[in-house]
């Protein structure tokens, strides 16, 4: 395991992230949650959860892996971007003294294994990385038994740690929040350019990619961004890289009315210029869910909220109509939910 951590005389400079936290003894980073105590950089939530549910794994948002499945889901307290639209903002935002630490690895594995319908385990909720010892632990012990494991974050993390998480993460949902400097600086607390370079490690990588946009009026939903976004993805990531464009409703500090739908339909068919899998998400409607083979056009899977109807598609994920392949990683959920 690679040290996150160089020590100073004065300091402890935490390497988990970009900001390079330089953390005075008995103080924590920007994340809230990763402490200098004299003499090395610790976790103060090891073991902490905040949330944990069986999830729809369409819910993470993955729509091509496994698709029709459940995930355990499990997240803890803070985060290393301070985004004033955050959705999880009550987990993501506090940071506190002691937590009481209340699962642990083993733990976790045995409920996943015992979960109906279920894939493995979903890091997710908060941001996952700034949890990179226990995540790692977890996942580690649900490989070794056959799950399968996903994280679902904001991609702010240094490529030496990440070439560690992608080691032992199947796949990614990374929230690219805008395709423009200024809103990282000003929305997030973060810049855009080390999450670029997170999304090409990963794709790079081989790992299962799928990237999320919560579009936000008048800060993130210009034709030409998304033209630009839309662009990058497919050029550096592929272009069956599946991309979710998320409505924003107002919450936290953020008080922008929500996007109009008739704004995500038009963004929606932007990327669908240089993607082959767009879709639309926290609508309310079915509207932009569903997915077609790319090669000929076909129905494969229609999507109402979280209810899956999986068609035409062969055992191997593979289109009947005319052979390709749409999910690289496919079985058919069981109709009894085991």
Same mark, same amino acid.
């Given at each position: *395991?690679?040290?996150?951590?160089?020590?100073?005389?004065?300091?402890?400079?935490?390497?988990?992230?970009?900001?390079?936290?330089?953390? %005075?003894?008995?103080?924590?980073?920007?994340?809230?949650?990763?402490?200098?105590?004299?003499?090395?950089?610790?976790?103060?939530?090891?073991?902490?959860?905040?949330?944990?549910?069986?999830?729809?794994?369409?819910?993470?948002?993955?729509?091509?892996?496994?698709?029709? #499945?459940?995930?355990?889901?499990?997240?803890?307290?803070?985060?290393? *971007?301070?985004?004033?639209?955050? %959705?999880?903002?009550?987990?993501?935002?506090?940071?506190?003294?002691?937590?009481?630490?209340?699962?642990?690895?083993?733990?976790?594995?045995?409920?996943?294994?015992?979960?109906?319908?279920?894939?493995?385990?979903?890091?997710?909720?908060?941001?996952?990385?700034?949890?990179?010892?226990?995540?790692?632990?977890?996942?580690?012990?649900?490989?070794?038994?056959?799950?399968?494991?996903?994280?679902?974050?904001?991609?702010?993390?240094?490529?030496?740690?990440?070439?560690?998480?992608?080691?032992?993460?199947?796949?990614?949902?990374?929230?690219?929040?805008?395709?423009?400097?200024?809103?990282?600086?000003?929305?997030?607390?973060?810049?855009? %350019?080390?999450?670029?370079?997170?999304?090409? %490690?990963?794709?790079?990588?081989?790992?299962?990619?799928?990237?999320?946009?919560?579009?936000?009026?008048?800060?993130?939903?210009?034709?030409?961004? *998304?033209?630009?976004?839309?662009?990058?993805?497919?050029?550096?990531?592929?272009?069956?890289?599946?991309? #979710?464009?998320?409505?924003?409703?107002?919450?936290?500090?953020?008080?922008?009315?929500?996007?109009?739908?008739?704004?995500?339909?038009?963004?929606?068919?932007?990327?669908?210029?240089?993607?082959?899998?767009?879709? *639309?998400?926290?609508?309310?409607?079915?509207?932009?869910?569903?997915?077609?083979?790319?090669?000929?056009?076909?129905?494969?899977?229609?999507?109402?909220?979280?209810?899956?109807?999986?068609?035409?598609?062969?055992?191997?994920?593979?289109?009947?109509?005319?052979?390709?392949?749409?999910?690289?990683?496919?079985?058919?959920?069981?109709?009894?939910?085991?």
């Amino acid at each position: *395991m690679s040290q996150l951590f160089i020590k100073y005389e004065n300091y402890i400079e935490c390497t988990l992230c970009p900001h390079l936290c330089k953390i %005075q003894p008995g103080k924590r980073g920007i994340c809230g949650v990763r402490k200098n105590t004299g003499e090395k950089i610790e976790l103060t939530t090891y073991g902490v959860i905040s949330g944990y549910s069986l999830d729809p794994v369409e819910k993470k948002p993955l729509y091509h892996f496994f698709p029709g #499945h459940n995930i355990l889901s499990a997240g803890s307290y803070g985060c290393n *971007m301070r985004c004033d639209f955050c %959705q999880n903002w009550h987990i993501s935002q506090k940071a506190s003294e002691s937590y009481s630490k209340n699962t642990d690895p083993v733990r976790i594995v045995n409920d996943a294994l015992l979960s109906k319908n279920n894939i493995g385990i979903a890091f997710t909720y908060n941001e996952p990385i700034i949890w990179f010892e226990f995540m790692r632990d977890v996942a580690l012990k649900a490989k070794e038994n056959g799950l399968h494991t996903v994280m679902v974050s904001n991609g702010y993390v240094n490529s030496y740690p990440l070439g560690e998480i992608i080691g032992f993460i199947d796949a990614f949902n990374i929230d690219l929040k805008a395709f423009n400097e200024d809103y990282y600086k000003k929305l997030t607390g973060a810049r855009l %350019q080390p999450v670029l370079e997170s999304l090409k %490690q990963i794709a790079g990588a081989g790992k299962h990619l799928e990237v999320t946009t919560l579009i936000i009026p008048g800060r993130n939903d210009s034709e030409n961004e *998304m033209a630009a976004e839309s662009r990058f993805i497919s050029e550096e990531l592929g272009v069956n890289t599946p991309f #979710h464009l998320s409505r924003y409703f107002p919450t936290y500090k953020r008080d922008d009315p929500a996007t109009p739908l008739a704004t995500l339909d038009r963004l929606y068919e932007i990327a669908s210029k240089n993607l082959k899998n767009v879709y *639309m998400g926290n609508t309310g409607t079915g509207n932009g869910q569903d997915t077609k083979c790319p090669a000929c056009g076909t129905l494969v899977t229609s999507r109402s909220g979280y209810r899956i109807k999986l068609i035409n598609l062969d055992n191997e994920g593979k289109c009947t109509k005319c052979g390709n392949l749409v999910y690289r990683y496919f079985t058919f959920p069981s109709p009894t939910g085991d």
